[in-house]
């Protein structure tokens, strides 16, 4: 158990659960990155993946419990003596690791997915949470579709767990079906029946297929469980998981009412936030509470007037709660290189190379050229987009475009290739398709384009573009994401890093595919 029992736990399970967004997949560098962020917002569990998935999964699991010293390393297991050896070896370098081995229990799932009877998953239950005490102390359960599981069964099932040596069992909401008195009372039922559950941290898992995800959790925090699992922005497949902002910032708005603690740095959040959308390419709604753009926007006079008077009439928190903050740096043309990374340490960017720094200072003088105000958002949008291209194998150089009404459209693009320039010269239904068939012709390849996206950074018509493509070849789905004051740069940029990514999950031979609690 906790030792304040005030205090929740909060598992991130962005990298794992989160990952399996259709498009959201991330590289290595990338999940490292995440996890840095992760434990710099002091989350206690870091889910890093899923092991036996794919040696792509595997190496992450493995790397993010090298660079991770004070958040909890997890990897997924199912209940079969490969996922959890898999799981524990991956987990090797972690100071702090833990299994999570999970088997549905519910009678359609039993009956339809796994074909086994409820008996042979009690004993795999008891056989999966016994082998991963092997290797570590830190054991967690989880009953998929455990909303749906008959209480009997569900009891059962976790008091064999804890006696196991299971010491968190989670009870998933896994396809978002509960409502929240009924889970509340779920959670309940679980403390008054199992007689060994002080033994173990009661955790819950949900889905938003209703977008109930963080009512449920709350829910369910209030009768008693006190670890929740969650992702930044509520990302997750299909209608996404439990947001981690939206529940941590309810338990710190609504103390008087829940009386609960997350330990979270809250003022870190938009970071994370940014971080993960830029990353996967998953643009935050402007009205997503927390984080989007609009939720600290008021528009309405009366709400204006009402702020203006007293911020507390229409913001029950503050921008800089959650990371919002009145610059105290001005950035523009005749700005130095010692101001400019001072900006960045103030944004977060901590561990900026020197030659990461000279690159993405050269682009931001290159911005400051063009553009008259420079907002912050502009330099996140910026560095952001120069992070991690240093070891791809096809990098932008430049691109010209001949476009308009008479046509034709015609782009001449330069990339380099393994070290070498390569130029084309394309034609194309619009600037955008004349630019994709460059690089098709530079680098020949079969992805077919799945998504075009472009999000002005900030207002103005000077703002920078942020682009997302993602691409699909073989079953393969990777997003790629690019930043430019040119929308067209911006799209090349975005295309090659997809690219990039499609390149580096072509060398991972994949497992099959996850399943999920």
């Known amino acids: ?151 009997d069964f569900l009891c059962r099932c976790v008091e064999s767990a804890i006696k196991a040596g299971a010491t968190t069992v989670n009870i998933p909401d896994t396809v978002g079906y509960t409502m929240p008195d009924e889970y509340a009372a779920l959670i309940a039922m679980l403390f008054n029946r199992v007689p060994n559950i002080d033994k173990a941290v009661v955790s819950v898992h949900c889905h938003n297929d209703l977008g109930l995800a963080v009512a449920n959790s709350l829910a369910a925090l209030k009768a008693g469980a006190r670890q929740v699992e969650c992702t930044i922005n509520g990302l997750g497949e ?135 105000e420079i907002f912050d958002e502009d330099i996140i949008a910026l560095v952001d987009d120069e992070i991690g291209r240093a070891s791809e194998r096809i990098g932008f150089v430049s691109l010209g475009i001949n476009c308009g009404s008479d046509g034709p459209q015609e782009a001449t693009l330069t990339l380099e290739v393994d070290g070498e320039k390569i130029s084309s010269t394309a034609r194309g239904n619009g600037p955008v398709d004349a630019t994709f068939n460059a690089i098709k012709e530079i680098f020949p390849h079969e992805a077919e384009l799945q998504l075009y996206q472009v999000h002005a950074v900030t207002e103005g018509t000077d703002a920078q573009a942020e682009v997302t493509v993602r691409l699909r070849e073989d079953g393969k789905l990777v997003n790629g994401q690019g930043a430019h004051i040119d929308t067209l740069v911006a799209s090349a940029r975005a295309y090659v890093h997809a690219l990039n990514k499609l390149l580096v999950k072509k060398r991972q031979k994949s497992s099959p595919a996850a399943l999920t609690a």
């Not at 603690?261 to 927390?290: C, D, W, Y």
């Not at 950035?331 to 990461?356: C, I, P, Q, T, V």
């Open 1 to 151: 158990m906790t030792k304040d029992k005030n205090q929740v736990r909060i598992f991130d399970t962005t990298m794992r659960d989160g990952e399996q967004s259709p498009g959201a997949s991330m590289n290595l560098e990338e999940k490292l990155r995440i996890a840095e962020v992760l434990e710099d917002l002091g989350v206690h569990i870091i889910e890093a993946g899923f092991p036996i998935a794919s040696n792509g999964d595997f190496e992450a699991v493995n790397e993010v419990s090298k660079i991770v010293r004070e958040s909890i390393v997890c990897g997924l297991a199912r209940a079969g003596r490969k996922d959890v050896e898999r799981a524990a070896a991956a987990l090797e370098p972690a100071k702090q690791k833990r299994i999570h081995t999970f088997i549905a229990t519910s009678p359609l799932h039993m009956r339809v997915k796994l074909q086994m009877e409820p008996d042979e998953v009690h004993s795999a239950v008891i056989d999966s949470v016994s082998r991963a005490r092997n290797y570590t102390d830190d054991v967690e359960w989880s009953s998929e579709d455990g909303t749906r599981s008959d209480h």
């Open 238 to 372: 299909r209608a996404g998981n439990a947001a981690m902002e939206e529940i941590v910032m309810a338990m710190r708005t609504r103390k008087d009412l829940l009386q609960l603690e997350s330990g979270i740095h809250t003022e870190k959040i938009m970071r994370a936030s940014r971080l993960v959308s830029q990353i996967t390419g998953f643009v935050v709604q402007p009205n997503k509470a927390i984080v989007g753009a609009n939720a600290f926007a008021h528009e309405a006079g009366i709400h204006q007037d009402g702020v203006l008077k007293d911020a507390e009439t229409y913001e029950i928190m503050t921008p800089e709660s959650v990371g919002l903050k009145k610059s105290t740096l001005v950035m523009g043309k005749h700005s130095g290189r010692h101001a400019f990374r001072e900006k960045l340490r103030e944004l977060g960017y901590d561990n900026f190379g020197d030659n990461a720094l000279l690159e993405a200072f050269t682009r931001f003088k290159e911005l400051a050229d063009h553009k008259k």
